[in-house]
């Protein structure tokens, strides 16, 4: 079992993702070129509308394509999202100031009510703390 990224990248033409869509919540087809792509394997892929959050989707099924050579289509399982809206959204340190301008997904049909924790959950996995109310950044946290 290999992780293979296909996040949206121009300096390798040769290991692309053409297409990924949804067949129902939590399962996709996805088709892809290269990487060699076997059941059971992790693939990284760009949320469609976002320049850097990605999903992992795990291979259920892959059909090799004989034409075009080294093209192939999966089904795999991954995040269940109803309807998938990507936010944009700052924060400021409450320590030094800085700036943390980052991306979060949601499943739109939550209501406004779930970007919040959401927000949160995305700034924790970009190192960010939040003590009591207040968002500290890395250098702060160590000092």
């Given at each position: 079992m290999v992780e293979h990224d296909f996040r949206f990248s121009l300096l390798n033409p040769q290991h692309t993702l053409i297409e990924c869509r949804a067949l129902m919540?939590?399962?996709?087809?996805?088709?892809?070129?290269?990487?060699?792509i076997h059941n059971g394997d992790t693939l990284l892929v760009t949320l469609k509308g976002s320049k850097d959050l990605s999903m992992r989707l795990v291979v259920e099924k892959v059909r090799h394509l004989i034409n075009p050579p080294g093209q192939w289509v999966a089904v795999a399982t991954g995040p269940v999202?109803?309807?998938?809206?990507?936010h944009q959204w700052k924060v400021n340190?409450?320590?030094c100031g800085k700036v943390l301008d980052f991306e979060f997904a949601v499943d739109a049909k939550l209501g406004t009510k779930a970007q919040k924790p959401a927000a949160e959950a995305r700034i924790?996995?970009?190192?960010w703390a939040n003590r009591?109310?207040?968002?500290?950044?890395?250098?702060?946290?160590?000092?």
């Open positions: 919540p939590g399962r996709y087809q996805v088709t892809g070129n290269g990487g060699s999202f109803g309807e998938l809206a990507i340190c409450d320590s924790a996995e970009l190192g009591d109310g207040k968002h500290v950044c890395r250098q702060c946290q160590v000092a």
